[in-house]
């Protein structure tokens, strides 16, 4: 008995009107099937944006989903990847993703700070998972290893990419969901460089 559903990381601070602003957006359109807002993480100090994504993406630590949305996606996937593939079939199913860049939320404990090679080798077989295919894979771990400035991590994620293929690990999509994705995918790319 419920309109919406949030999943939040235990280690988050809220700004007092986060959940009055995210039942706003849902109320404003009942086209929108996710929403919202942006981690910052403190360095030095202060609390600077946890760049670890493109500003239209949310962070797996803070997700919001109306209920129609969250039981045609099928739920939260229990693999690595769970926070990407999410958004991606609300956008196969034509919902719409809402980030709130006014909502500043504290995590205290920033993505990946415990990261061993294995969970690095996840972030690639996460990748296949996905439905993403070699050269958006290759593509997307140039980026995150530029992002994380350890460009080392590109040869782990690509290990683990091939690790999965190669044990024909199961998709978290089906094929028509993972054409869409790649498609998807690539004009994002296009986008961005034209």
């Not at 949030?6 to 359109?29: G, Q, R």
């Not at 403190?42 to 946890?50: A, H, P, Q, T, V």
């Not at 530029?146 to 690990?169: E, H, N, Q, R, V």
Request: proline content about 2%; overall charge positive; aromatic content about 14%.
């Amino acid at each position: 008995n419920y309109d919406f559903i949030v999943k939040a990381d235990a280690d988050l601070i809220f700004p007092s009107n986060y959940f009055e602003t995210i039942i706003k957006h849902f109320k404003s359109d009942n086209r929108i099937g996710m929403a919202g807002g942006f981690c910052y993480i403190e360095k030095n100090g202060e609390w600077i944006l946890e760049n670890l994504t493109d500003k239209d993406h949310i962070r797996g630590a803070l997700k919001a989903y109306r209920k129609e949305t969250f039981k045609q996606i099928g739920g939260l996937k229990p693999e690595m990847g769970w926070d990407t593939v999410d958004e991606l079939l609300c956008k196969f199913y034509n919902w719409k993703v809402v980030t709130d860049e006014s909502l500043h939320v504290k995590h205290l404990k920033p993505t990946g700070a415990n990261y061993n090679k294995t969970a690095r080798y996840k972030q690639g077989e996460a990748f296949y998972s996905l439905g993403y295919g070699f050269w958006i894979t290759a593509i997307a771990s140039i980026k995150l290893a530029i992002m994380k400035k350890k460009p080392l991590l590109f040869i782990d994620y690509i290990k683990g990419f091939w690790k999965a293929k190669l044990s024909k690990k199961t998709l978290l999509v089906t094929e028509e969901q993972a054409k869409f994705i790649r498609n998807y995918r690539l004009n994002k790319m296009k986008e961005k460089i034209f």
